[in-house]
């Protein structure tokens, strides 16, 4: 039934239309009038604490994962990645990406986000959310979310003007097919959990010197901090939370960045 609704999501793509064209007049028909942001009554597994690794259960619920879908539907591009020059093309992330409207399901998601971590975050610091979508093949090679001193210059993806570095990040799961294999997000660098409680989650049968892989389910979602004091107090990227999303071998998955700036997002 699930992947039937999704199916008849993905027709409803609208041809040679810019991206927030597109994204309009899907949203044109249909309204928001009754929509009420509730809390999903999620539930959350630490998996680490330095760095901190939060697993979320049902952190996006089905409708909000309908709506998302919906909303940006012939929208996505070929993802980028941040480099010192700006964003470019790379082999290194082969998925396909797209911005999420501004509407109240984006702005209830934003402020789950901002109240997970902290009633002293404003939501101002949440960047836009973005999905992004995997297909057989693609994938997002090992990298980190935070940026390098190169881009701490005027114009720079962590330059003050732009809210700095990014604190924490949120990766949740919004679509995955049944069929999927593959795909899982993995940590290399990350210690695996003991006992067989996390088997429900994570790749248990990886080699242990494989880090930690969380599998693709759906509303699902894992948070983690990106950036880390030195000896010298000086506040830098940490690079144990060196993450990749892997190939998809079978299926499709949709999944959803929320990232969160040390200061105001502009």
């Given amino acids: 039934m699930r992947s039937a609704l999704v199916g008849a999501l993905f027709a409803l793509a609208t041809v040679a239309v810019s991206q927030e064209d597109g994204a309009q007049q899907v949203l044109e028909t249909y309204n928001l009038d009754d929509y009420e942001c509730e809390h999903t009554g999620y539930q959350i597994s630490i998996l680490s604490y330095d760095p901190a690794i939060i697993y979320i259960e049902n952190f996006v619920t089905p409708f909000e994962r309908q709506h998302l879908l919906r909303a940006t539907n012939g ?13 470019i093309v790379s082999n290194a992330r082969t998925s396909s990406s797209t911005t999420v409207p501004s509407d109240a399901v984006a702005a209830c998601i934003a402020e789950r986000a901002r109240q997970f971590q902290g009633l002293h975050m404003p939501v101002t610091h ?16 090992f990298h980190t979310d935070w940026f390098n001193k190169e881009a701490t210059k005027p114009g720079g993806h962590a330059d003050v003007g732009r809210g700095g570095n990014r604190v924490s990040s949120i990766f949740a799961y919004v679509s995955v097919s049944d069929d999927i294999v593959g795909g899982g997000t993995s940590f290399p660098k990350i210690k695996p959990p003991g006992g067989d409680g996390w088997c429900r989650f994570i790749e248990c049968d990886n080699d242990y010197d494989a880090g930690v892989t969380f599998r693709a389910i759906e509303g699902n979602a894992v948070f983690w901090s990106n950036l880390r004091h030195d000896p010298a107090g000086q506040t830098i990227g940490d690079v144990r939370v060196l993450h990749a999303g892997l190939p998809v071998i079978q299926g499709q998955k949709v999944g959803m960045n929320i990232w969160t700036k040390e200061g105001h997002f502009n």
């Fill in 75 to 87: 929208t996505f591009a070929r993802s980028n990645v941040a480099g010192a020059e700006g964003d």
């Fill in 126 to 141: 949440i960047e836009p959310i973005q999905l992004v979508r995997y297909n057989v093949g693609e994938q997002y090679h």
